[in-house]
Nanobody
Framework: VQLQASGGGLVQAGGSLRLSCAVS????????VGWFRQAPGKEREFVAA????????DYADSVKGRFTISRDNAENTVYLQMNVLKPEDTAVYYC?????????????????WGQGTQVTVSS
């Protein structure tokens, strides 16, 4: 399984970005996909995750109401729509896939990782 994250960039506080995660190598709908982020000097943290169908999702408290995760199983892609961005959202964002069909939220649950995309929010 290979994951390719894209869509990061520099945005002002209050702005929006949409990240994409293209997944290849296995039947896409057979596993869960999540987004994590890691700021300099901090541990990687959970941001959002979706189960196999996209009907079940979960979010970190810090992004609830601002971020939306979705998946298109026909396109083998998962999206993270990020609105009302804050400087504290600045980090490298990683997408990951897990060999399970349910929503999972810890790094240990995930088996495959993409290379990350930088998101920088200026104040």
């Amino acid at each position: 399984v290979q994951l390719q994250a894209s869509g990061g960039g520099l945005v002002q506080a209050g702005g929006s970005l949409r990240l994409s995660c293209a997944v290849s190598g296995r039947t896409f709908s057979s596993y869960a996909v999540g987004w994590f982020r890691q700021a300099p000097g901090k541990e990687r943290e959970f941001v959002a995750a979706t189960g196999w169908s996209g009907g079940s999702v979960d979010y970190a408290d810090s992004v609830k109401g601002r971020f939306t995760i979705s998946r298109d199983n026909a396109e083998n892609t998962v999206y993270l729509q990020m609105n009302v961005l804050k400087p504290e959202d600045t980090a490298v964002y990683y997408c990951a896939a897990a060999n399970t069909m349910v929503v999972v939220t810890t790094t240990l649950d995930y088996d495959y990782w993409g290379q990350g995309t930088q998101v920088t929010v200026s104040s």
